[in-house]
Each structure stands twice: as structure tokens, then as C-alpha cells.
């Protein structure tokens, strides 16, 4: 028996309640995370990366509608937890910190401004684990260290404002690792980070990683990020995965078009003069969502008739890549 993925998401659907009527944000994605692999999540600007992410800890507004199809299961050495069916404050905080962190893109937002770093670090701890005050200083002095803090028995007693953004960044780190989830999240990490920064934030993470042993969500609009750290990607637009595969099979032989407009849009280091060539076109409002394939509006194999009516399926391309789209050529027959 093939042992259960750490992460199931099946069937996920997000909808809000919203003045204009009920949006739809995330549209039946299911996807899996193993135990110790780095799944990337990438699409544009309101593709609904964050809204899947916060789903994973149920930590979406009031507004929120979740499909009644929607399941994700958290599977655990002591059994699985239906993420979605969490009603107490205790049984959610296993999911908010415990067995599942999340890193965020501003964590000047992560951090309480009027509270030490260490305090938050030791009140995080000792919500989510047996040690006491002390223990939980020495570790998050430890986490300080191991995050590249010089001085962390001093610092940990400063302010977030103290800190510079890549430090911010770092103790953000530290404080979502010292919990050792199984499952991090780690939504745009770097992207508030200049260029020098972000690449020793990626490899920081890389190394813990291999360290903690812990499965990660690393969400980026950046593929070129998804290319330095995830194993697998999935490739969301307005609400639905286009497209999941291994990153080496979806960045070199990128089987859906919107994944190919997103490839093009890169510069090429080697052709800086060149012009980029972004995906044309500008995404559709979540209140006008496009019938059929969601993508057909800006797509440049648009098939009137067929790619504005049906939603495609999911065609296999490689026995590790899938595609949603009439114009991919199955390369391997999907085993029934
Ligand atoms: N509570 C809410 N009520 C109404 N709409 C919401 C709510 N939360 C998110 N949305 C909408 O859901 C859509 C998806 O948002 P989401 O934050 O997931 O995008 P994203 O892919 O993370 O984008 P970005 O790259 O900008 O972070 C957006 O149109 C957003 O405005
Ligand atoms: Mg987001």
C-alpha cells in the first residue's frame, strides 16, 4: 500500500460572500503534498494562491463559503485530521502553528509591534508545545542562531523594528520552524526582500529543508524562485490548477499555453536586450468568470466553440505531469 500523502486537497472550492453577489476564488482544485517534498504554487496576481494557502489552515475571513465537495486532510502519525470539519479553538491550533506554520510575505505584519521578538517567539512555543519559559528562550535563541542572527541572546530581546526586512524575514523563520511543523507555508517569502537577500532567504530555506525533514507550500508568482526550490509546481489562474508536474518537466516542456505565456514573460539572462513577451491581456474580474476553460479569454490556441463552452479535462503528459487543456497531446494515456 502506498503510504497517504502528508497534505490531500480534494475538490477544494472558495467562494465569499461579497456585496456584488458570491465570488468565486478557488474553483474544485485538488492537489497532494508528500511528507518532506516542496510543492511551488505559481500564478499571477489574484489567482487565488493566498485564498488555497489560508484554506489549508482555515484562516479566511467570515465571508468565506467553502464547496461542499471540499475535503483536506491532514494525515498524521496518530491519524487524519479533516482540516475543513475544525471547529475549537484547540483542535485548530494543531493546523495554526503546530503541525502547520506559515511564513508570510510582510512579516512586519507577523510580528506585534509593541512586543519583543523573544516574547513572541517563547508565546508561540509554549502554545504549541510542553516546554517551559526557559526551554522555550533557549530554543528560540537557538532558532535565532540557526537563521544567521549574530548575537540572538541579545537581539531576541528587541522590537520587529530594530530588525532590517532580511532579519525580519530570518526571525519569521525561526519562529515558524521552532515548532518543527510537518507542513510550512511560506506565502511570496521574498518578494518584499532585494534581490541579494532573497537568494540567501532561498537558501536558508533550502538548508532547512533538508534539515527538518518538513514538507513545504512555497507560493511565488516568481517561476524563476519555483525553478531554486520545488520539487513539484502547480500552476493556478483565476481560481484553477492549469497546470502540475515535476518543475524540471513543467519549466523545460511547459505543456499548457498560459504555463508557456508565463515561461516567455521571464527575461532570459542570456537575451537581456530582448524584449519580455508578458501574457496578453488582462485577468478577468472573479465576478466575470470566463464559462468553459477560464484561460480561453487570453489564450493564443483559443478553439471558438470548444475552449468557451466545456471545461477541459486533465490530460496526462508524462505519468508526473498533467495539463488542463483540449490543445495538449496526451503523451501517456491516463491509466483507468
Ligand atoms: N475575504 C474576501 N472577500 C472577498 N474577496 C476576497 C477575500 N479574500 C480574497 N478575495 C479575493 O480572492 C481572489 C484571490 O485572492 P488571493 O489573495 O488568493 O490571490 P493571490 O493569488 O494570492 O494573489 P497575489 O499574488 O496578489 O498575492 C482575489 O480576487 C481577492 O480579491
Ligand atoms: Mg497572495
Known amino acids: 500500500m502506498m503510504a497517504a500523502p502528508l497534505l490531500s486537497v480534494r475538490n477544494l472550492t472558495v467562494q465569499f460572500k461579497t456585496d456584488e453577489g458570491l465570488i468565486t ?3 474544485n482544485v485538488s492537489f497532494d503534498i508528500a511528507a518532506g517534498e516542496v510543492l511551488g504554487l505559481v500564478g499571477e496576481s489574484g489567482s487565488g494562491k493566498s485564498v488555497t494557502a489560508k484554506a ?8 468565506t463559503v467553502y464547496g461542499p465537495e471540499s475535503s483536506i486532510t491532514l494525515n498524521l502519525d496518530d491519524g487524519p485530521i479533516d482540516i475543513l470539519s475544525l471547529q475549537k479553538a484547540k483542535d485548530l491550533k494543531i493546523v495554526r502553528g503546530g503541525a502547520i506554520s506559515m511564513i508570510f510575505q510582510e512579516p512586519m505584519a507577523s510580528f506585534a509591534p509593541a512586543i519583543s521578538i523573544g516574547d513572541q517567539m517563547v508565546e508561540q512555543l509554549l502554545l504549541h508545545s510542553s516546554m517551559n519559559k526557559k526551554e522555550a528562550r533557549e530554543l ?4 535565532l542562531d540557526r537563521v544567521g542572527i549574530s548575537d540572538a541572546s541579545k537581539r531576541i530581546d528587541q522590537y520587529a523594528f530594530e ?3 532580511g532579519m525580519r524575514q530570518r526571525a519569521m523563520i525561526a519562529m515558524a520552524l521552532s515548532t518543527k ?3 510550512l507555508i ?3 517569502p521574498t518578494t518584499a526582500l532585494d534581490v541579494t537577500i532573497q537568494a540567501q532567504v532561498i537558501d536558508l530555506m533550502k538548508d532547512l529543508i533538508g534539515e527538518f525533514g518538513m514538507a513545504i507550500l512555497f507560493i511565488t508568482h516568481d517561476l524563476g524562485v519555483i525553478a531554486q526550490t520545488a520539487d513539484r509546481v502547480a500552476v493556478m489562474y483565476l481560481g484553477r490548477v492549469m497546470e502540475t508536474g515535476s518543475v524540471r518537466e513543467v519549466i523545460r516542456t511547459p505543456a499548457h499555453p498560459y504555463t508557456q505565456g508565463l515561461l516567455n514573460a521571464l527575461p532570459k539572462l542570456d537575451h537581456l536586450d530582448e524584449p519580455l513577451t508578458p501574457v496578453p491581456g488582462d485577468i478577468p474580474s472573479p465576478l466575470e468568470r470566463p464559462g468553459g476553460c477560464v484561460f480561453h479569454t487570453r489564450c493564443p490556441k483559443f478553439i471558438p466553440g470548444t475552449c468557451d463552452t466545456a471545461r477541459p479535462g486533465e490530460v496526462s503528459v508524462s505519468a508526473s505531469h498533467r495539463a488542463a487543456c483540449v490543445a495538449v497531446e496526451p503523451v501517456l494515456e491516463a491509466v483507468s
Open 25 to 27: 476564488t478557488v474553483d
Open 56 to 63: 489549508l489552515m482555515k484562516l479566511n475571513a467570515g465571508n
Open 140 to 143: 528560540s535563541i537557538e532558532m
Open 163 to 165: 530588525f532590517s526586512g
Open 181 to 183: 511543523p510537518k507542513l
Open 186 to 188: 511560506a506565502d511570496e
